[in-house]
């Protein structure tokens, strides 16, 4: 019998605070239990294993991470949405750098998977900080690889403590976005080779 209280969701949403706290690569289902005051084998009355309970979080930072970004880039557009989506973005990386890193890490199973959802709704908001700027389909795809790259990439050292120079990490965020939306504003079309 299933402990009072426990369900695939409350063992997720534990398993994540968890991984926030010391890191995706160092989750356990002994850390788990212990942490949620069971015994490691409880755990799997709700998770079918590690693996399961990995892309459980997974699924659960996608949908956070789209809602966060969705959330603060409504009624906003070009450089407002760019700004205000990447600060969301962000934020969740540095609140939630654990369940991020699971939801990089995450693999898709199949066409069923709950993650391609998850993973979709991430980049809807992507392309709805894109909007404004009003990119050709084409032009569109590359942005959206661009701006997935630099934001991972900005965040994830900045949550790893990666930036070590004596000079204010907002400052070069900021600056970083005003090359961005330059660059998207520009659209510069003779740089993208024809095949």
Request: charge should be negative.
């Amino acid at each position: 019998m299933p402990r009072a209280g426990l369900s695939p969701a409350s063992v997720t949403e534990a398993a994540a605070a968890l991984i926030d706290e010391i890191g995706f690569e160092n989750l356990s289902m002994g850390l788990l239990a212990e942490r949620l005051g069971v015994k490691t084998p409880s755990l799997y009355k709700h998770v079918a294993g590690q693996a399961d309970l990995a892309h459980r979080i997974a699924v659960m930072a996608m949908i956070e991470l789209a809602d966060a970004i969705r959330d603060a880039t409504q009624g906003r557009s070009g450089k407002e949405a760019l700004v205000a989506g990447a600060h969301a973005m962000r934020t969740y990386v540095l609140e939630h750098p654990g369940r991020y890193a699971a939801g990089n890490a995450a693999i898709v199973t199949g066409p069923d998977d709950p993650l391609v959802p998850a993973i979709g709704r991430v980049l809807a908001s992507w392309t709805a900080m894109l909007h404004g700027y009003r990119l050709d389909r084409d032009q569109e795809i590359h942005a959206l690889r661009m701006l997935r790259s630099i934001l991972h990439g900005f965040s994830a050292l900045e949550a790893a403590g990666g930036f070590q120079i004596d000079t204010d990490v907002d400052d070069s965020f900021t600056w970083m976005l005003g090359f961005i939306d330059q660059g998207l504003k520009a659209k510069w079309p003779d740089l993208i080779p024809a095949h």
